[in-house]
């Protein structure tokens, strides 16, 4: 009788623990250094970037979007996901030359949203009251650290522990090291260069060790050639380009067609990438930010460069 009374008292002192330490881990959830207050999972959900879009679904929790804003190209998602996707009211899909959504304030505070994922110039958790913001860690301010497969991890962690789906994250980002450790890298070494041209001239960024696009090309079984500078995007010029010598080029793009682009930059002849038709277009969230989809990515990047 001791032992069953000394037990309920453990199970008791348990369970009052547990409470109280869900209690602290809601306050615990931070994104980009600011607290993500929720009082439950959310469940009115205004999505304004496509970044996150496969990793709420693999969480099942997509559902939870009730409005989205900006561009959702049908080939980053499976059937299911997009019949999901056109069910949710599109807010605007405009975008700025450089990729970025075009909307105000008003707008996002109009669907009455208990959770905004994605940042714009007006949309922040400084801007949006007690209607807490999050975006991918990577974009955070002053994030520069490598980034690496624990990037996806902690992606994935993220919308478990918002959602209230951390066994569900745990699965998934299990399913994930599994299928990158099947990817098959090229047998030689090639150098790549992964670039953002700007369709129809203008600026041209390349990406380095804070992108996830230094993994997904490494885990390929290549070298980025870009992957010494420690910052995630940056501005290069053709000349620095021409300079690197890329065996093969990875043109990200949100529309247009980046190979032309990659084309006409001045000197690109000289480039072995370009001499070779090494010069491959990959849509933006194959490789940026860190998501489910970089597995997918990672294969791409390896059977083309073979």
């Given at each position: 009788?001791?032992?069953?009374?000394?037990?309920a008292?453990?199970l008791?002192?348990?369970?009052a623990?547990?409470?109280?330490?869900n209690?602290q881990?809601e306050?615990k959830?931070?994104?980009c250094?600011?607290p993500?207050?929720?009082?439950?999972?959310?469940?009115r959900?205004?999505l304004?970037?496509p970044h996150?879009?496969?990793t709420?679904?693999?969480l099942?929790?997509l559902?939870k979007v009730?409005a989205?804003?900006g561009k959702?190209?049908e080939q980053?998602?499976?059937?299911?996901?997009?019949a999901q996707l056109a069910?949710?009211?599109?807010l605007t899909d405009e975008l700025d030359?450089?990729g970025?959504l075009?909307i105000?304030?008003e707008e996002?505070v109009?669907?009455?949203?208990?959770?905004?994922?994605?940042?714009?110039?007006q949309?922040?958790?400084q801007?949006?009251?007690?209607?807490?913001v999050?975006t991918?860690?990577?974009?955070c301010?002053?994030?520069h650290?490598?980034?690496?497969?624990d990037?996806v991890t902690?992606?994935?962690?993220?919308?478990?522990?918002?959602f209230?789906r951390e066994?569900?994250?745990r699965?998934?980002?299990?399913?994930i090291?599994?299928?990158?450790?099947?990817?098959k890298k090229?047998d030689r070494?090639l150098?790549?260069a992964v670039l953002y041209?700007?369709?129809?001239?203008?600026?041209?960024?390349a990406?380095?060790s804070?992108s996830m696009?230094?993994?997904v090309?490494?885990?390929?079984?290549?070298?980025?050639v870009?992957?010494?500078?420690?910052e995630?995007v940056f501005?290069?010029?053709a000349?620095?380009?021409?300079a690197?010598q890329?065996?093969?080029?990875?043109?990200?793009?949100?529309?247009g067609?980046?190979v032309?682009s990659v084309?006409?930059?001045?000197g690109?002849?000289t480039?072995?990438?370009?001499?070779?038709?090494k010069?491959?277009?990959?849509p933006m969230n194959?490789?940026?930010?860190p998501g489910?989809l970089?597995?997918?990515?990672?294969?791409?990047v390896?059977?083309?460069a073979?």
């Amino acid at each position: 009788m001791r032992s069953l009374t000394s037990l309920a008292v453990i199970l008791a002192s348990a369970a009052a623990l547990t409470s109280c330490a869900n209690t602290q881990e809601e306050a615990k959830i931070t994104n980009c250094g600011h607290p993500v207050n929720l009082q439950k999972a959310p469940e009115r959900v205004t999505l304004l970037a496509p970044h996150s879009v496969n990793t709420l679904a693999a969480l099942g929790v997509l559902d939870k979007v009730t409005a989205k804003a900006g561009k959702y190209p049908e080939q980053l998602y499976s059937p299911e996901t997009n019949a999901q996707l056109a069910k949710v009211p599109t807010l605007t899909d405009e975008l700025d030359p450089s990729g970025h959504l075009n909307i105000g304030r008003e707008e996002v505070v109009a669907t009455n949203p208990d959770l905004v994922i994605g940042y714009t110039d007006q949309v922040t958790p400084q801007t949006m009251g007690n209607t807490p913001v999050v975006t991918e860690p990577v974009f955070c301010e002053g994030a520069h650290d490598p980034a690496s497969w624990d990037s996806v991890t902690q992606e994935v962690e993220l919308y478990g522990q918002i959602f209230d789906r951390e066994d569900k994250a745990r699965e998934v980002n299990e399913q994930i090291k599994q299928q990158v450790a099947q990817i098959k890298k090229v047998d030689r070494p090639l150098k790549v260069a992964v670039l953002y041209p700007s369709v129809g001239g203008g600026v041209t960024y390349a990406y380095g060790s804070a992108s996830m696009a230094t993994p997904v090309v490494e885990t390929a079984g290549l070298d980025n050639v870009f992957g010494d500078v420690n910052e995630r995007v940056f501005e290069v010029s053709a000349e620095q380009i021409v300079a690197k010598q890329p065996d093969v080029i990875v043109a990200l793009y949100q529309s247009g067609d980046p190979v032309e682009s990659v084309r006409a930059l001045p000197g690109a002849e000289t480039i072995p990438a370009v001499q070779n038709d090494k010069i491959m277009a990959l849509p933006m969230n194959y490789a940026e930010p860190p998501g489910p989809l970089a597995v997918e990515g990672a294969r791409r990047v390896a059977e083309f460069a073979r």
